[in-house]
């Protein structure tokens, strides 16, 4: 997308607030001075074999693009494709899952689009709102901030141990059928673990708002490494700004380490540090298997939020509140790249 950019100059488009000229989350158009739009689109793949669960951890993965720039959802349009064979009540099921979802946000599901496929696919697109002056961007972040996390890492790795396609098996094949456990998989780490990707990141975004954060992006396909380091790319504006994580203090799903032990690993603890290995320094105690989940693709993952010294103690309440969870993970500091200690 960043080809197109040249198209469409910032100068030109003065209300566009977010476009192609910046690596965030989703765009943000102002449409006056106490609202913009935000809008964005993900789908993916099936990665649990439960159809309704699939649309739900779908929608839930959409959603948090808009929580990720600190608004709210409005309203969405599904995006999907099916093979022919599907069953219609199958498709059904995918799309009760993500209306349930969206419901949850409070937005609608006002329409859509769905094409046959090979493979299936399904997500949405999001239409939401934010007042201009209060929009999250992954630049922003300021020396002294402290790092929050608002999920634990691992969805990628245990929703790889989980997957199980017999030989000649299209993929699709797996909507079709019960799921069948390998031997050693923790039934209750998977529903851990969906647990996870299926919790809105709507009350992580509204205490990022109430603690007067700036900037804030989830965790999806580049692991919390790579997704830290576009935030300090973006920073880089500001002068020699970096983060420092301590791995110890990064929240991990049940069972976590021994599906990295075991080999249940995706392609983003190989892809990632060779997109952004070179913004990253490891202290000699952070093990093997900590730098593997730190790099490791998340789906649905949480909000990485900066939040200034005078929002820490707000920020905080109003995760209590609304009885979300947040880590502590580290700071922002002076320099530049990440520091994993």
Same mark, same amino acid.
């Given at each position: 997308?960043?080809?197109?950019?040249?198209?469409?100059? &910032?100068?030109?488009?003065?209300?566009?607030?977010?476009?192609?000229?910046?690596?965030?989350?989703?765009?943000?158009?102002?449409?006056?001075?106490?609202?913009?739009?935000?809008?964005?689109?993900?789908?993916?793949?099936?990665?649990?074999?439960?159809?309704?669960?699939?649309?739900?951890? &779908?929608?839930?993965?959409?959603?948090?693009?808009?929580?990720?720039?600190?608004?709210?959802?409005?309203?969405?349009?599904?995006?999907?494709?099916?093979?022919?064979?599907?069953?219609?009540?199958?498709?059904?099921?995918?799309?009760?899952?993500?209306?349930?979802?969206?419901?949850?946000?409070?937005?609608?599901?006002?329409?859509?689009?769905?094409?046959?496929?090979?493979e299936p696919f399904y997500g949405l697109?999001?239409?939401?709102?934010? @007042?201009p002056d209060r929009v999250l961007r992954?630049?922003?972040?300021?020396?002294?901030?402290?790092?929050?996390?608002?999920?634990?890492?691992?969805?990628?790795?245990?929703?790889?141990? &989980?997957?199980?396609?017999?030989?000649?098996? &299209?993929?699709?094949?797996r909507l079709l059928r019960r799921l069948?456990?390998?031997?050693?998989?923790?039934?209750?780490?998977?529903?851990?673990?969906?647990?996870?990707?299926?919790?809105?990141?709507?009350?992580?975004?509204?205490?990022?708002?109430?603690?007067?954060?700036?900037?804030?992006?989830?965790?999806?396909?580049?692991?919390?490494?790579? @997704?830290?380091?576009?935030?300090?790319?973006?920073?880089?504006? @500001?002068?020699?700004?970096?983060?420092?994580?301590?791995?110890?203090?990064?929240?991990?799903?049940?069972?976590?380490?021994?599906?990295?032990?075991?080999?249940?690993?995706?392609?983003?603890?190989?892809?990632?540090?060779?997109?952004?290995?070179?913004?990253?320094?490891?202290?000699?105690?952070?093990?093997?298997?900590?730098?593997?989940?730190?790099?490791?693709?998340?789906?649905?993952?949480?909000?990485?939020?900066?939040?200034?010294? @005078?929002?820490?103690?707000?920020?905080?309440?109003?995760?209590?509140?609304?009885?979300?969870?947040?880590?502590?993970?580290?700071?922002?500091?002076?320099?530049?790249?990440?520091?994993?200690?």
């Open positions: 997308m960043r080809q197109l950019a040249g198209f469409f100059p &910032a100068t030109a488009y003065p209300d566009l607030l977010v476009g192609l000229g910046e690596p965030d989350d989703a765009a943000v158009y102002r449409l006056d001075d106490a609202r913009a739009l935000i809008t964005t689109t993900d789908f993916f793949t099936p990665i649990v074999d439960d159809p309704w669960t699939y649309g739900a951890i &779908a929608a839930t993965n959409a959603l948090s693009d808009v929580y990720a720039m600190g608004g709210e959802a409005l309203f969405c349009l599904n995006i999907a494709g099916f093979p022919e064979a599907t069953p219609p009540e199958i498709v059904a099921q995918v799309f009760a899952g993500g209306a349930s979802k969206v419901r949850e946000a409070g937005a609608a599901i006002a329409g859509g689009h769905t094409v046959t496929n090979p697109a999001v239409i939401g709102v934010v @007042h992954k630049g922003g972040a300021q020396i002294g901030d402290r790092l929050y996390l608002t999920k634990p890492l691992g969805t990628g790795i245990i929703t790889t141990a &989980a997957k199980l396609t017999g030989p000649g098996e &299209a993929p699709w094949a069948r456990w390998r031997p050693d998989l923790n039934t209750g780490d998977l529903e851990a673990a969906i647990l996870s990707m299926t919790r809105l990141n709507r009350a992580a975004a509204r205490a990022a708002q109430a603690g007067n954060a700036v900037s804030a992006t989830d965790i999806t396909g580049f692991g919390l490494l790579g @997704h830290a380091c576009e935030m300090v790319r973006a920073m880089q504006e @500001h002068g020699e700004i970096g983060f420092r994580i301590v791995a110890a203090q990064v929240p991990q799903l049940p069972g976590v380490e021994r599906y990295i032990t075991a080999g249940y690993l995706t392609r983003g603890h190989q892809r990632n540090p060779a997109a952004f290995g070179d913004q990253v320094r490891f202290g000699p105690q952070v093990t093997p298997a900590q730098r593997i989940l730190l790099w490791e693709a998340e789906t649905s993952g949480g909000l990485l939020v900066a939040v200034p010294p @005078h929002g820490v103690a707000a920020f905080e309440a109003a995760c209590a509140s609304a009885g979300q969870t947040a880590w502590t993970i580290g700071q922002v500091i002076g320099g530049q790249g990440i520091e994993v200690v």
